[in-house]
């Protein structure tokens, strides 16, 4: 039970959405756009966050988008993680929206309330930080596209009445190789211990994680190391785990030492794989 | 003898309102007027409640009470009277019911609820049985000695954290020991966890013009409640009725009674309407009680050939910050601490000990599953100082008839059971010939681990149960009992009892699902898997009388005497010749002549039965009769370790146990089963997590974990039937047996395939690791 | 632009009948059913979405009631297990004895009914993959297999 009261609202536009926001936020409101919910309803129901008002954006048909369009993937910030994972356009991102939550939970979460989302790990940023992933993003002034990395640091970093309406994906990535994997402590439901997105480019490895730190990431110069072929493939790891962006944490899912022995495993299988060409994806 | 509904898969009486959502769990039922109560917990472990703001929320919409602690006079507890039902003065446990608000809506007293700030001064926390012992610890309860008891067997030590403690002596240990050639010794410990009742705790109270309080719960002890609602509410017990529906789970969980008091003083808070109470999921981890914690020692003595001959156990069993059922669950581990195994020479000492977690409750297996995994880890590293296979070493010292307990009951074929054909039954079922440590290849460790299990009632001495059979004018008949429903199918497993008994069809047989302790007959509780023994005997003297009745009253419609007569298929017949009957239809509610004159009445069974012969255990030496029988079993777990990471996975788990007669083997399997996956659980996943506070950090399902679809292994289950008879058709009880020995199992195979000592669950991943990692350490 | 700004009445289809009541905007589709329509099927277990106790189909889909308004099925197709009429699934539940204390088993049905109409020719992976996102504390899971293959035509 949301043991407060605020206002429901169901744009059929961006600028409607936009407006409104504009609005609420004037009169005191302190509104937030809701897509899927589930992470609001439950830090509402813990008095985590409150709100004046809710604004249901996931019904806007920019933001249901899911197609090619010229040289990009392009994908609604309110298409479900299920929607992603059935329709497969991009095996990664499929394969990473189908470890998020649970599966019927994903038909709720959407990629939009993953990437904006408080809960640290947001999973779906990571195909996305790989591919050089641009970001629509709308207010109530306009309507800008920007690369992911200069809005997306350690978190979404967007202003306040700022919509993610869209993901585009160059199509160039989308059958790059690529692996997968999430390891929990020990179920298959529950937060990532590391989940860790790779992909071939170029014949370069492209590396980004979520759960390693307390935040996801994609670090340039992890990967220089890792492609760095004058060394072992041992001595490559060794030099990517010493250029992590924070230290590794101690939390819930597993020690600082566990997760440490766990992501040089698990380097070391996915530049294997992914340099012989011998794919597995777990 | 050939039986017609025992032995079958009989369709539970409860299945189509089940799978079409019309079965009605307590938070189901609304009443008009209905208020709801809302609690605010305590987020400090030990501490001293310095003030508790109450304005903001009073002044809130729909608010009609908040009570605290100064409410409500009474300590309550079923064993030793130490807990308030609100925090009095201070708090014992993170998730203490601190305050409760009452409002029209369950939106209005959540949103009071919100505003509540209460302050605490810290108090230094006891963290573990262990270190509750210390004599420097701090003291949980001070008043500890000042506690009523409520049952004579309960010796707290004033001044200590000691809420209980009990002794085994049997034998002469000293000269166990100089018989000894192999000594191994070893400390285990098990975490406190939650039972995760799908269906969280919630009670509803009601006190009416008359002062009847008509109680609404989700309980598998309406009785017990109602004797407790009596006493501490000073109101005559006929003035107090305890309703339950079905029940969305219990484990032991819903045996205590917690919540109820909080409706009934919820209740005369607002002049007697009703209120409702139900705990969130985040409530229900924190705040009611879980399974306890134990931290154990074991010290076995044996001969070269493998045979025991000395045992010592210390048990220090963490029951939080109150004693519930602690203490009997810490004197039933102790009159099992054994195991099922021959051994004359024991000594235990067991102590319940607070700490400020969480308190325990009775949870499936009554203690037994920590302590057996104690035992049987132990009993795998005597195999391995004898060089003994793990199996032949449990089946050369399987307890059998003639042997004695620890509590020195001399044992039957009847009381006991058979282990050894258990074991003899679970060899071949996980094909232990093949090798129980197995390299696969590609950093796979396939392996093998054993245990075995017993377990008896544990009940107090009197405990009963009671049946009544009325029929209906088409002859059907009506059981009416006042045992729970609360999952394993009980009700439809006594219907078949009675369907045996009367010779009926069993889809003739109609159950009443709800219990009304007005109407429902007097029953202990629905737990310590003896509802089918317990209440099964009282619907055999039920439907006995019935019979009688029946056979009476049939001798004078066919102008016979009752000795002709026999009865089947809803008819009373001339055995000579069957062609002559009269139909239960006709003379259930009297015969009538055909000239109108009517003789006979309405037939009533009336059945009930008291557990005989049971006595309570001896303070110094434990001896006494705990339990009508036992059930024993033997479990075994298959894991493939993966060497590279520590991943695992579990292959198959299964169970053999003697049952005595299986009723539904369906039903039954399923209890087992059930009882296996938590109890894989608890050896993997399953833990309370507490910061350095004592602050419980994992109290939602996104951190607690259980196992989920697709995470089982699969399962295996038989059954030895050695007959019990006293038992309904030789029966034994059998449904938390499951649970009992399968962490054991699963770790002793854990700890084959990963070379290193596992002494501890949950085992995940990282404990291997770090396990290894320390093995290696030590090495160096 | 549908806007709901405090308790009122919402009208929303379930079960193939449009069903008219009170509703606070914050209010969940699960607290809907349950205190509002009496549709007690589903169940509350964590109110987090971490059971699936509460599931019931939107669109088809299976849905968490617990983490939806109810304000949000306006314009939707909820189909809750009090919708269902003898499908093959509750039978495959009676049959396999895929229950114990019944409290899980409409969130389960759900989840299986939608997968059944979505994904007939599901694989034991995807029947995981679905299932998982509810949890027995009853039974082993096994049974509850055995009855969900039982009525996949794919199985």
């Known amino acids: ?282 | 003898m050939e039986f017609q509904s025992i032995g079958n898969d009989v369709i539970r009486k409860d299945a189509w309102e089940k799978v079409t959502g019309r079965a009605l769990y307590n938070a189901d039922i609304s009443s008009p007027g209905l208020l709801h109560g809302v609690l605010v917990t305590s987020t400090c472990a030990h501490g001293n409640i310095k003030s508790i703001h109450l304005q903001g929320a009073r002044m809130m919409a729909g608010v009609k009470a908040i009570l605290t602690g100064d409410s409500y006079p009474d300590l309550t507890g079923s064993v030793l009277e130490d807990r308030p039902p609100l925090a009095k003065g201070k708090v014992r446990y993170y998730g203490e019911p601190v305050a409760l608000v009452i409002a029209r809506s369950e939106f209005e007293a959540c949103a009071a609820a919100a505003r509540i700030k209460i302050e605490y001064e810290k108090l230094p926390t006891v963290n573990s049985p262990r270190e509750a012992i210390k004599s420097e610890s701090p003291l949980v309860h001070d008043q500890l000695g000042s506690y009523k008891k409520v049952i004579p067997e309960v010796y707290p030590v004033q001044n200590t954290n000691i809420c209980h403690q009990i002794k085994i002596r049997k034998g002469d240990i000293n000269k166990g020991w100089n018989e000894a050639e192999v000594i191994v010794e070893g400390s285990f410990s098990l975490p406190s966890s939650d039972h995760i009742a799908m269906e969280p705790h919630n009670a509803k109270a009601e006190i009416l013009p008359d002062g009847q309080i008509i109680v609404d719960t989700s309980s598998q002890s309406p009785f017990a409640v109602r004797k407790l609602i009596s006493q501490h509410f000073k109101v005559d017990l006929g003035k107090v009725v305890v309703r339950v529906p079905l029940v969305g789970g219990g484990y032991g969980g819903k045996a205590s009674t917690n919540l109820e008091y909080l409706a009934v003083m919820a209740s005369k808070a607002v002049g007697g309407q009703p209120v409702l109470i139900k705990n969130s999921r985040e409530q229900d981890i924190a705040s009611a009680p879980g399974k306890l914690a134990l931290e154990a020692t074991v010290k076995l003595g044996a001969r070269k050939d493998g045979k025991l001959v000395a045992g010592e156990y210390t048990f220090l069993v963490g029951t939080g910050a109150y004693a519930d059922t602690g203490p009997r669950m810490t004197s039933a581990m102790a009159m099992s601490c054994t195991g099922p195994y021959r051994l004359e020479n024991v000594w235990c000492d067991a102590y319940c000990i607070y700490t400020n977690h969480t308190f325990a409750t009775s949870f499936r297996g009554f203690g037994h599953s920590s302590m057996t995994f104690a035992v049987e880890r132990m009993m795998d590293k005597l195999a391995a100082a004898l060089h003994m296979n793990p199996l032949e070493l449990r089946r050369i010292n399987a307890i059998q008839s003639g042997d004695t307990t620890p509590t020195q009951v001399r044992l039957t074929p009847s009381i006991l059971g058979y282990l050894p054909g258990c074991i003899e039954k679970i060899q071949k079922l996980i094909n232990w010939e093949e090798g129980n440590r197995i390299d696969m290849g590609n950093n796979r460790i396939k392996a093998k681990g054993i245990a075995c299990f017993w377990k008896t009632s544990s009940s107090p001495t009197d405990a009963f149960a009671a049946a009544i059979v009325s029929f209906n004018s088409d002859g059907s008949a009506n059981l009416q009992v006042g045992a729970v429903e609360i999952g394993p199918s009980t009700r439809t497993t006594l219907a078949q009892i009675l369907a045996e008994r009367l010779r009926m069809d069993i889809d003739r047989i109609y159950v009443q699902m709800e219990v009304d302790t007005r109407t429902s007959p007097h029953d202990w509780k629905t737990v310590a898997s003896m509802s089918t023994f317990l209440v099964g005997r009282a619907v055999l003297t039920a439907a006995n009388d019935a019979i009688g009745q029946l056979i009476n009253l049939g001798a004078m419609a066919l102008k016979c005497s009752p000795e002709d007569l026999d009865f089947q298929h809803e008819r009373v017949y001339l055995k000579e010749n069957p062609e002559f009957y009269v139909e239960y239809k006709d003379i259930v509610h009297g015969f009538k002549y055909p000239n109108g004159n009517t003789v006979g009445r309405q037939i009533i069974g009336r059945g009930s039965y008291i557990m005989p012969h049971l006595t309570a255990m001896d303070q110094e030496t434990g001896k006494g009769q705990p339990g009508p029988f036992l059930t024993p079993g033997v479990q075994a777990v298959e894991v493939e370790l993966n060497t590279a990471d520590y991943t695992y996975r579990i292959i198959k788990a299964a169970t053999v146990l003697d049952a005595g007669k299986v009723i539904n083997p369906k039903s039954a399997k399923g209890l087992v089963m059930g009882a296996m996956g938590m109890g894989l659980g608890l050896g993997s996943r399953e833990a309370f997590l507490w910061s350095a506070d004592q602050e419980l950090q994992n109290t939602s399902l996104r951190t607690y974990k259980v196992i989920r679809i697709g995470e089982q292994p699969e399962y295996l289950v038989d059954w030895v039937e050695t007959p019990n008879v006293n038992g309904p058709y030789g029966s034994r009880g059998l449904a938390e047996h499951g649970i009992i020995g399968i962490h054991a199992a699963l770790v002793n195979a854990l700890s084959l395939a990963a070379g290193v000592e596992l002494d501890q669950v949950p085992v995940t991943p990282e404990l291997i690791w770090k396990k290894l990692r320390e093995a290696q350490n030590d090495s160096l | 632009m549908l806007q709901i700004l405090n308790e009122s009445l919402i009208e929303l289809h379930i079960n193939g009948e449009i069903r008219k009541a009170l509703a606070r905007p914050s209010d969940t589709l699960l607290f809907f059913l349950r205190e509002r329509l009496g549709l007690t099927g589903a169940k509350p277990g964590c109110e987090n979405g971490d059971c699936g106790a509460c599931t019931v189909l939107v669109d088809g889909w299976p849905v968490k009631s617990c983490l939806m308004l109810a304000a949000e099925a306006i314009g939707h197709e909820v189909t809750t297990i009090e919708g269902l009429d003898k499908v093959p699934i509750q039978q495959a539940f009676v049959d396999k004895f895929a229950f114990q204390c019944g409290y899980c088993t409409p969130g389960f049905i759900m989840n299986c009914q939608g997968l059944i109409n979505i994904h007939p020719d599901a694989s034991d992976e995807v029947i995981h993959e679905w299932l998982q996102s509810n949890i027995c504390r009853c039974t082993s899971y096994q049974e509850i297999m055995e009855a969900i293959r039982s009525v996949l035509p794919s199985q």
């Open chain 1, 1 to 282: 039970m949301i043991p407060f009261d605020f206002e429901y609202y169901r744009p059929q536009s961006i600028t409607n959405a936009a407006d409104i926001f504009q609005t609420l936020e004037e009169s005191g409101k302190n509104p937030v756009f809701y897509a899927g919910g589930t992470e609001i309803i439950s830090m509402a129901r813990m008095s985590s966050i409150t709100t004046g008002a809710v604004i249901d954006v996931k019904e806007i048909p920019e933001l249901k988008a899911m197609e090619f369009n010229g040289d990009d993937l392009v994908i609604g910030a309110g298409v479900t993680l299920t929607q992603i994972h059935e329709a497969n356009l991009f095996p990664l991102l499929a394969q990473a929206c189908a470890r998020v939550a649970d599966h019927t939970i994903q038909n709720k979460i959407t990629l939009g309330g993953n990437l904006c989302g408080t809960i640290i790990y947001r999973e779906a940023v990571l195909p996305l930080l790989l591919t050089n992933a641009y970001l629509v993003i709308a207010s109530v002034k306009n309507a800008r596209r920007v690369p992911i990395n200069e809005v997306f640091s350690k978190r979404m970093q967007l202003n306040r009445g700022e919509l993610l309406v869209q993901v585009h994906i160059p199509r160039n990535y989308v059958s790059c190789p690529y692996v997968h994997v999430k390891r929990t402590k020990e179920d298959k439901i529950h937060y990532p211990l590391l989940t860790v997105c790779a992909l071939l480019t170029d014949n370069q490895v492209r590396a980004a994680f979520s759960g390693l730190v307390n935040f996801p990431f994609r670090s340039v110069e992890m990967e220089e190391a890792l492609n760095d072929i004058n060394l072992t493939l041992e001595q490559r790891v060794e030099q990517a785990l010493n250029k992590l962006p924070a230290a590794v944490p101690d939390n819930l899912e597993g020690s600082a030492g566990y997760r440490t022995f766990i992501l040089k495993h698990l380097l070391t299988s996915i530049v294997n794989e992914l340099e012989t060409g011998n794919v597995t994806n777990s």
